[in-house]
Nanobody, 123 residues
Framework: QVQLVESGGGLVQAGGSLRLSCAAS????????MAWFRQAPGKEREFVAG???????YYGDSIEGRFAISRDNAKNTVYLQMTSLKPDDTAVYSC?????????????????WGQGTQVTVPS
């Protein structure tokens, strides 16, 4: 079992930055591929970014180079640094983990989820 706890969400003006953190329990953190998804009201859950066990990174098309995902295996934590935030980035951001080293973009392929953290960028 892996428990994930996100933090770092909040309200930020357009053009600003936020860093989300996801702390994971468990001893084999580096054996999991990690990802961030987001879901805005009335929309489907969207893949934002992922990082493999070997720290290879992947990003959703809508991110356009504005976000960076990283992981610190010693701290069992994955981060999402978000810059140049836009109102369209407003959503609940959730951290997810899947057994294995490969990042996938389909939410149903992930085994564990955090509770989510709200990011709001007013227009």
């Amino acid at each position: 079992q892996v428990q994930l706890v996100e933090s770092g969400g909040g309200l930020v003006q357009a053009g600003g930055s936020l860093r989300l953190s996801c702390a994971a329990s468990g001893r084999t953190f580096n054996g999991y591929a990690m990802a961030w998804f987001r879901q805005a009201p009335g929309k489907e859950r969207e893949f934002v970014a992922g990082i493999s066990g070997g720290s290879r990174t992947y990003y959703g098309d809508s991110i356009e180079g504005r976000f960076a995902i990283s992981r610190d295996n010693a701290k069992n934590t994955v981060y999402l640094q978000m810059t140049s935030l836009k109102p369209d980035d407003t959503a609940v951001y959730s951290c997810a983990a899947r057994t294995g080293l490969v990042v996938l973009t389909t939410p149903t392929r992930y085994d564990y989820w955090g509770q989510g953290t709200q990011v709001t960028v007013p227009s």
